[in-house]
Nanobody
Framework: QVQLVESGGGLVQAGGSLRLSCAAS????????MGWFRQAPGKEREFVAA????????DYADSVKGRFTISRDNAKNTVYLQMNSLKPEDTAVYYC???????????WGQGTQVTVSS
């Protein structure tokens, strides 16, 4: 099992950037696929991005392609989400997730709030 702690959320104006971080506990971080999800008020949680254990494969929701970049540093047990050209519709709680592969992300962090003002 892995424990996840997100950070880096905050308030930003539309068009701005934020970088979220997710620090993972445990010595097996490099064996996990990682991902980011988000949940806006009144909406279901939705997939944002995922990355394989090696970092060689990534996947993105259509709504964030070209604006968000997921990356990982296995030496630091950390996964990142660089968010550029932010829009008000990106406002949500962002959750980090981990799992055996990109399609099976079952461990969750507590979330970090991102608010984009217009």
């Amino acid at each position: 099992q892995v424990q996840l702690v997100e950070s880096g959320g905050g308030l930003v104006q539309a068009g701005g950037s934020l970088r979220l971080s997710c620090a993972a506990s445990g010595r097996t971080f490099s064996s996990y696929a990682m991902g980011w999800f988000r949940q806006a008020p009144g909406k279901e949680r939705e997939f944002v991005a995922a990355i394989s254990w090696s970092g060689g494969n990534t996947d993105y929701a259509d709504s964030v392609k070209g604006r968000f970049t997921i990356s990982r540093d296995n030496a630091k047990n950390t996964v990142y989400l660089q968010m550029n050209s932010l829009k008000p519709e990106d406002t949500a709680v962002y959750y980090c997730a981990a799992g055996a592969n990109m399609a099976t992300l079952i461990y969750w962090g507590q979330g970090t709030q991102v608010t984009v003002s217009s």
